[in-house]
């Protein structure tokens, strides 16, 4: 297989970084900072992004795209992701949100939905885990009851990402059976300022408004909020988690790092303990293995191989191997410095130390590792699941 990305690619690539490069500010960490302005940068940002034709690239033209490829996308998503993910939480909406609608939706959900992302106006959150549904995703108790014409939610969902910024939520919740209707879990397309929605913010080291508590109080849900239908909500989950896992390219800012640094150490990388070059360089084969097994999985999603979900959770297991591997090898390298805070006077603006704190996560956000693991080996073995990974 050719993974080049030939004229067309290399020039969208360039004109990306020249973007980046003009619109942000030098030491962007991304959108969710102390700073208020790096919100409002990343706001902006879409924007441009979208009026450009750049933000929805391989979307269908009918949806606000511009029919580009996958693999179009794919260089988006690492220039965005290389240089700390300049579209803040919009990247939730074009990578799984926006194609989860566009395959499962009505033609009004579509309508609704589709136009706000691809013009970069509008956040989601995903309302999936629970207190007691993370890896076990399918055990999830927050309950739909119907109610005349449609349906009350009630139910805790937890580790909710950007839920105090998002205009929507894309909600999973458990129909009860009733009469003949068999009920099961059902995804809601639910605006987050719908009475009876509270979110809390959660402090972690990932930095302001990104982890959230959200509590659903009797919240009400008309019948065409409901995407995929009635106990349709495992086969969309499925879907949703194969897009979202491909989608964050968190080995192209593991290269782009380890390259700042080896540049920043040249005359004097000779004098780095031998451990430290080797430690670098197998760093940097472990970056390129996850690379190529991120374009094998977008290659088999190209060609509508059923293989793209195992091939994500393959993909997913290496990029987040090797986005902790590169974290530790950067701190082993710059040593005490990488702690030295963020801002004009810290080395690399704080970037190493920044990449550190995401990259420990990286291995429990969109399904735990050991977990994406079991998918991988029950493919292999011919099982089916049903926990979050499968
Ligand atoms: C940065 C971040 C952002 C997130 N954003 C969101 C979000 O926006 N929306 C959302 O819904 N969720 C979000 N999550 C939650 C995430 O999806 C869950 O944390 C994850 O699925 C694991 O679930 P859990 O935390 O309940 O851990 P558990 O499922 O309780 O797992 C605990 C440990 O047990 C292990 N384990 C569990 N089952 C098995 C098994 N079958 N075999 C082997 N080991 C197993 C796990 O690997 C893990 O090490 C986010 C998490 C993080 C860290």
Redesign the pocket.
């Known amino acids: 297989m050719d993974y080049e990305f030939g004229e067309e690619g290399n020039q969208l690539r360039s004109l990306l970084r020249e973007l980046i490069h003009e619109r942000m500010p030098p030491g962007f960490l991304g959108a969710f900072t102390d700073d208020p302005e790096d919100l409002a940068i990343t706001q902006r940002f879409c924007k441009e992004l979208a009026a450009r034709g750049l933000l929805t690239l391989s979307w269908p033209e009918e949806f606000g795209g511009q029919a580009g490829s996958l693999w179009d996308q794919t260089v988006v998503r690492e220039e965005m992701w290389a240089h700390h993910e300049p579209r803040g939480a919009q990247y939730m909406g074009l990578n799984w949100v926006g194609p989860s609608i566009m395959e499962f939706g009505t033609e009004h959900q579509k309508a609704v939905h589709l136009p706000p992302i691809a013009a970069g106006e509008r956040i989601w ?5 629970e207190p007691d ?5 399918f055990a999830l108790s927050t309950r739909a009851i119907p109610e005349g014409d449609g349906w009350r939610i009630s139910g805790q ?1 937890i ?3 950007y839920a105090e910024m998002a205009g929507y939520c894309f909600l999973a919740a458990r129909v009860p059976e009733t009469g003949d209707e068999p009920g099961g879990i059902t995804i809601f397309l639910i605006p987050m300022d719908r009475e009876g929605i509270e979110v809390r913010p959660i402090r972690s080291m ?1 930095g302001r408004h ?2 959230n508590e959200c509590f659903f109080d009797n919240v009400w849900a008309s019948a065409d909020e409901i995407l995929g239908g009635v106990g349709g909500g495992s086969k969309v989950i499925r879907r949703t988690l194969s897009y979202e896992r491909v989608g964050i390219a968190r080995y192209a800012r593991c290269d782009r790092l380890l390259s700042l640094l080896s540049r920043s150490l040249e005359g004097t990388w000779d004098t780095l303990p031998p451990a430290l070059r080797t430690r670098w360089n197998k760093a940097l084969i472990k970056v390129r293995t996850a690379r190529l097994l991120a374009y094998r999985c977008v290659a088999a999603q190209v060609r509508g191989d059923a293989t793209s979900n195992t091939l994500a959770s393959v993909a997913r297991v290496a990029v987040t191997q090797c986005d902790q591997e590169v974290a530790e090898t950067l701190m082993q390298v710059l040593g005490h410095r990488t702690l030295e805070g963020a801002g004009a006077d810290a080395p690399f603006y704080g970037a190493m130390e920044d990449h550190w704190r995401y990259a420990q ?1 990286s291995t ?8 994406q693991r ?1 998918t991988v080996a029950r493919s292999v073995l011919g099982r089916a699941s049903g ?2 990974a499968s």
């Open positions: 959150c995903q309302g999936f885990s549904a993370g890896s076990d995703l969902k580790w909710t990402s990932l990104h982890l996560a429990v956000a969109a399904g735990a590792i050991e977990v079991e926990s979050r």
